[in-house]
């Protein structure tokens, strides 16, 4: 995007520099880093970064206001729903592809957005032994807002812990250790000191719930939370019964609340109006199916990392859906091949992480990862055999 920036990269890249940053990467936290590594980070110029800011800005704008709640009840599966909901989510990722519009210029275009929790810790050990190794232009940051390395953990600290004691504080997942992105569960106890639990292995008193904490039964009271329904209903009958105890009164505060993951989703993007965002309906609100149907995406409202697209939409395919309500039909977006590599150009997609303090009207971006790609859609599994590809971050034009 930054033609100059990337010319010296790529004259300054060395398959050498390259490997000797994936050992001490990989040092950090030995085998816990399942997915690729990309070659590069994406560099973003300030008047980009301005026009996905407007975009989140608008959106927070229909996510802030009164009727949010009201207007989003149905996105909240009947028998997923767990009590005590917040008035808001504390985290809020906006996906955004890096596309080409009709007169050939760079534009965002959202993608889709959670209020769930990513790879914040992880995100915040990278760029120090990325730039070991690698050019990094003068002017530019990793982080949003003014935020640094040191801030930004300060941050999520005050978000996370919120004055409680580390170990009253667990990162919940199912088999934490068998997770893709357990690396940045270790990365979050060492900035946080908060340890990574199962599911399973959660102690039920009463209202109260406890953990083993080094031998010692401890006492849970925040639920920094990790787990995601989809993967519970993919589980063993044992592990979905355990799962169960998150649908009781609990005395615990989650964070973020697991009904906003469902709150703000796909489910959000039909409500929204906005020329960086793909015009999106309801599956079941489409009247009349769109004469250019290969400019449409098809995807699963309960569904996580990308399961059940249907990216080339025939008629046939929207007939045979059982449960319509389910469903969107989202505008394709044409990614741009804006990242020259050594061989053939890539695309990328952009999730800023939006950070929401209790007390605060609004949330407020601090950082970033990004994806990728070669292939027909951004994930391992169009990517796979391809270099210059995989998981990276951008860094912002500050200057």
């Not at 990365?187 to 209202?207: A, F, N, S």
């Not at 149907?293 to 929207?318: C, H, M, R, W």
């Amino acid at each position: 995007m930054i033609p100059s920036i990337r010319k010296k990269f790529n004259e300054s890249f060395t398959e050498a520099n390259y490997q000797a940053f994936l050992k001490e990467l990989n040092a950090v936290h030995p085998g816990a880093i399942e997915f690729r590594v990309a070659e590069t980070p994406v560099f973003i110029p300030r008047e980009f970064t301005e026009k996905m800011l407007h975009t989140c800005d608008s959106i927070m704008d229909i996510i802030a206001d009164k009727n949010f709640k009201p207007l989003t009840e149905k996105a909240i599966p009947a028998n997923l729903r767990v009590p005590n909901e917040d008035d808001h989510t504390q985290f809020i990722c906006f996906d955004f592809g890096i596309c080409v519009n009709e007169d050939g210029e760079y534009e965002p275009q959202l993608i889709e957005m959670q209020g769930f929790a990513s790879l914040f810790a992880y995100e915040a050990m990278v760029p120090d032994i990325h730039k070991k190794y690698f050019y990094t232009p003068p002017g530019f940051s990793k982080f949003l807002n003014g935020y640094d390395k040191e801030s930004y953990i300060r941050l999520l600290k005050e978000i996370l812990l919120a004055g409680e004691q580390p170990e009253h504080v667990i990162l919940l997942e199912i088999f934490p250790e068998k997770q893709k992105t357990r690396i940045d569960f270790f990365c979050t106890q060492d900035y946080l000191g908060i340890q990574p639990v199962c599911l399973t292995k959660l102690i039920k008193e009463g209202r109260k719930l406890f953990y083993l904490n080094n031998g010692v039964k401890t006492e849970i009271k925040r639920i920094y939370n990790r787990l995601i329904f989809d993967d519970l209903m993919h589980q063993s009958p044992e592990v979905q019964e355990k799962g169960k105890i998150m649908s009781e009164e609990l005395d615990v505060t989650w964070v973020a609340h697991p009904n906003w993951f469902y709150r703000i989703s796909k489910f959000t993007l039909p409500f929204i109006r906005h020329p960086y965002v793909p015009k999106t309906f309801f599956l079941n609100e489409v009247k009349q199916i769109p004469a250019d149907l290969e400019n449409y995406v098809l995807k699963p409202l309960f569904s996580f990392a990308g399961q059940g697209v249907v990216i080339d939409v025939t008629k046939e395919d929207i007939e045979k859906v059982k449960d319509p309500e389910n469903w969107i039909l989202q505008r394709k977006v044409k990614y741009a091949d804006v990242i020259q590599t050594p061989d053939i150009p890539a695309k990328a997609e952009i999730r800023l992480f939006y950070f929401w303090k209790d007390g605060e009207a609004r949330p407020v971006a601090a950082n970033n990862l990004a994806r990728i790609s070669k292939g027909k859609m951004i994930g391992v599994r169009y990517n796979k055999d391809k270099e210059w590809v995989g998981g990276s971050f951008c860094l912002f034009e500050t200057s």
